[in-house]
């Protein structure tokens, strides 16, 4: 079983940052890309940022320039630093990865996910 808890959402204004956390814990033997999506109610799930083991990372449109995914191999933990945030980025926000355990081959596990609301 592999858990992904993310932690970092609340309320900030527009102009604001957050810095929102992803831990991927369990019986993990590795992790290939991990990734930031977000929705709002009656729109579908899109993606924000990803990042590979390698470190090479991905952007929407919308975000990049504001955004920034990092991440520690070590702790099996994504990060997004949210900079400029606009209420337009007011979603709940889920974080993804690739794991392969001890016991299963390579599956998408996503976080329950953390809301960040931006007030204008």
């Known amino acids: 079983q592999v858990q992904l808890v993310e932690s970092g959402g609340g309320l900030v204004q527009t102009g604001g940052s957050l810095t929102l956390s992803c831990a991927a814990s369990?019986?993990?033997?590795?992790?290939?890309?991990m990734g930031w999506y977000r929705q709002t109610p009656g729109k579908q799930r899109e993606l924000v940022a990803k990042i590979t083991g390698e470190g090479r990372a991905n952007y929407a449109g919308s975000v990049k320039g504001r955004f920034t995914i990092s991440r520690d191999n070590v702790k099996n933990t994504v990060y997004l630093q949210m900079n400029s945030l606009k209420p337009e980025d007011t979603a709940v926000y889920y974080c993804?990865?690739?794991?392969?355990?001890?016991?299963?081959?390579?599956?998408?596990?996503w976080g329950k996910g953390t809301l960040v609301t931006v007030s204008s």
């Open positions: 993804n990865a690739y794991v392969s355990t001890t016991e299963r081959a390579g599956s998408i596990y």
């Open positions: 369990g019986s993990i033997f590795s992790i290939n890309v």
